[in-house]
């Protein structure tokens, strides 16, 4: 069997294609420092520091593993309460392991899971080109953005001369059961649920997402690896957008949560949307919006039908009214 090391394998993202890996054939190896919430089958989890350099190389060597998924991260808010910490994990940790697939034969390339905060501008495109603004980047934003500018940029220095296949996959913040508790489309589910009012901030009601479901995410990571093993570096991309195309801003978010809680419960649960903060930095400023150019995630890797936002909360609320009943 093809062996897979996902390194930070106990996330949310990285468990989650795990397990998917594992369900189609490979062996897969989780790397994290604690073990993944659920156990499947051809899916170990093994600690690893990914701070500890010299136990990463000699972790890689006994495992052989032939392909690398990076999705270890340091995330808000812990990035900026431990920001060297963060920067051990998010780049020296990436660098170290491109070094070790550029040296050792037996790997065939490194993916890492990205972000379209790369691209925290007011006005986003889809080039691929890296365009955030920082300066204009909320400050409690701004380290992570940093972050992932400063990863990408590390896959493409390694494949701007190495053999071996580095890319990206950019992703949108992702949805799915086991998201990080403090995305804003957790707390507005968990608020509606609880028949509290849900509570978008003002400074932010405008703001534009971008989003992806936790299924697109695995059908990608697997589709890429599997093009990457059979055929080498010149069949996959560098980077490839995966999210769906088109945002959708905070307000907007706060109001598909409150109709779909609605419809979905026969009424029997109204939450309302009450904005928090000085409601006059809404008036007379349209919504800010953004576009993905995802052509190289359907024309490469597959990927031609996406879930939408709307589908995808559908079904996270959906599984959970049922737990409550």
């Known amino acids: 069997m093809t062996k897979i090391a996902v390194v930070g394998g106990s996330g949310f993202v990285g468990s989650e294609v795990g397990r998917y890996l594992g369900e189609r054939g490979y062996t897969v190896y989780l790397l994290d420092i604690k073990p993944p919430r659920k156990r499947v089958n051809n899916v170990d989890f093994v600690f690893c520091d990914v701070t500890d350099h010299s136990y990463v190389q000699g972790l890689l060597r006994e495992l052989e593993p032939s392909f690398l998924i990076y999705s270890a991260i340091v995330q808000i808010p812990r990035i900026n309460e431990e920001p060297r910490l963060a920067y051990e994990v998010n780049v020296a940790g990436l660098d170290f392991v491109c070094r070790f697939a550029e040296e050792h034969p037996e790997v065939r390339g490194v993916v890492l899971t990205g972000s379209w905060h790369v691209y925290r501008s007011s006005s986003y495109g889809g080039s691929g080109l890296l365009c955030v603004d920082l300066d204009r980047v909320e400050e409690r934003e701004r380290l992570y953005c940093v972050h992932k500018i400063l990863q990408e940029c590390i896959i493409r220095a390694y494949a701007s001369f190495s053999p071996k296949v580095f890319g990206v996959l950019r992703l949108g913040t992702v949805l799915g059961e086991g998201m990080p508790e403090k995305t804003a489309a957790n707390v507005f589910i968990t608020q509606a649920l609880s028949g509290k009012p849900i509570t978008p901030y003002a400074e932010s009601a405008l703001r534009p997402l971008i989003y992806v479901d936790i ?43 409150k109709d779909l809680v609605v419809e979905l419960s026969g009424g029997e649960i109204s939450p309302v949307v009450e904005v928090v903060g000085d409601e006059a930095l809404l008036r007379g400023r349209k919504p800010e919006r953004a576009w993905v150019d995802v052509s190289v995630a359907r024309d490469v890797l597959g990927l031609e039908k996406l879930i939408s936002p709307r589908e995808s909360l559908k079904r996270l609320i959906s599984r959970r009214m049922g737990k409550m009943r």
């Open 215 to 257: 299924e697109d995410v695995c059908r990608a990571f697997e589709s890429y690896v599997s093009v990457a093993l059979r055929r080498g570096k010149g069949e996959v991309p560098v980077a490839a957008d995966v999210c769906w195309p088109e945002s959708i801003t905070v307000l907007e978010l706060a109001n598909l949560v």
